[in-house]
């Protein structure tokens, strides 16, 4: 259900409303057309509609509910992220949107390649923040709650495997890695490391390129995976 009408901004960031609630769907419209740097290219109102609707728009944030008719945000996540492979370009960023805090289906969701969770009762600053931290892709949003939610839900393996791309980073980048992991932003990871933001940023730049990772919910996700916090 896009809106053919919609003028884009110049360069604001776009971003498709996925839920199958209207009066939320246009709840968040009026808080995003009231930022000048965001613009809504459309809605859906279930995964199957989500789909399409990546595909015709090519947003490059996309709120996306967990539990919806047809097809649920998990399983639409993982389609729109393959179709954005499939034709080789740039992948949406997702913001999975939660009623419930530690919930399961969001960690799900993170790990078929959201970029993280906000819950429905956030506060309008923190949503807007959040899609424009995922945007810039240097973040983990609520990063706290999505290690809780790892912790949660996920046992480690007995005997986890660690890959060998893991072992081509420096002694240095992989004490970033493992700050980067308990959710510490780059700042803290700074003054702990005693390092300066800029090269907290090179180091943190490396270490997605090496371990193969997007951004840093990504990040997390490899190191829950095999046991490396």
Do not use: C, W, Y
């Not at 639409?76 to 919930?103: E, N, S």
């Amino acid at each position: 259900m896009s809106d053919p009408g919609i003028e884009r901004r110049g360069e604001a960031i776009t971003i498709a409303l996925v839920d199958d609630q209207a009066l939320f769907r246009g709840g968040i419209r009026m808080l995003i057309g009231s930022q000048p740097d965001l613009l809504v290219v459309g809605e859906a109102s279930d995964g199957r509609q989500a789909i399409e609707l990546a595909a015709r728009t090519l947003p490059q944030v996309i709120l996306m509910d967990v539990r919806m008719p047809v097809l649920d945000g998990i399983e639409a996540t993982k389609a729109i992220l393959a179709q954005a492979d499939a034709r080789g370009g740039d992948r949406p960023r997702i913001i999975v949107l939660t009623t419930f805090d530690l919930d399961e289906a969001a960690a799900t969701a993170i790990r078929a390649g959201a970029s993280g969770f906000v819950l429905k009762d956030a506060e309008p600053e923190f949503l807007l923040a959040a899609i424009r931290t995922v945007h810039a892709g240097n973040a983990v949003i609520a990063a706290s709650a999505t290690r809780e939610l790892f912790e949660h839900f996920e046992q480690a393996p007995a005997a986890p495997v660690v890959p060998e791309r893991f072992a081509e980073l420096t002694a240095r980048e992989r004490e970033i890695f493992l700050l980067a992991a308990r959710g510490l932003s780059n700042s803290e990871i700074a003054a702990a490391e005693f390092l300066s933001e800029a090269t907290v940023k090179t180091h943190i730049s490396r270490i997605f390129g090496k371990l193969d990772v997007r951004d840093r919910v990504q990040l997390v996700v490899f190191a829950f995976e095999h046991g490396l916090v």
